[in-house]
């Protein structure tokens, strides 16, 4: 089992920027990627961004890419999302999840049902 929980939701301005975290426990040495996905009111789970855990490839979807940037400190089995020029249509509650297939293409990563482990998420809320 691994364990995932995030912090570093909150409400920020249009324009402004957040942090999130993820932490992991557990098995962690059985993750063999990890993402970031958004739920916003009333609509399905969407990819936003993934990273190996080992060789650090980064993927992203089209709407975040130039704004945002995931990172990883396998030291303290985190993972990170820094969110920049943040919109209002990035509200959503933002979930981490772990891979723990060895397949890391971006296909597979891009998908929720390619997780095996979920937070319990974290709210952003950009105002305009």
């Known amino acids: 089992q691994v364990q995932l929980v995030e912090s570093g939701g909150g409400l920020v301005e249009a324009g402004g920027s957040l942090r999130l975290s993820c932490a992991a426990s557990?098995?962690?040495?059985?993750?063999?990627?990890m993402g970031w996905f958004r739920q916003a009111p009333g609509k399905e789970r969407t990819f936003v961004a993934a990273i190996t855990w080992s060789g650090g490839s980064a993927y992203y979807t089209n709407s975040v890419k130039g704004r945002f940037t995931i990172s990883r400190d396998n030291a303290l089995n985190t993972v990170f999302l820094q969110m920049s020029s943040l919109k209002p249509e990035d509200t959503a509650v933002y979930y981490c999840?772990?891979?723990?297939?060895?397949?890391?293409?971006?296909?597979?990563?891009?998908?929720?049902?390619?997780?095996?482990?979920w937070g319990q998420g974290t709210q952003v809320t950009v105002s305009s």
């Open positions: 999840a772990a891979r723990t297939s060895p397949l890391t293409t971006f296909a597979t990563i891009s998908t929720s049902d390619g997780y095996d482990y």
């Open positions: 557990g098995r962690t040495f059985s993750t063999r990627a």
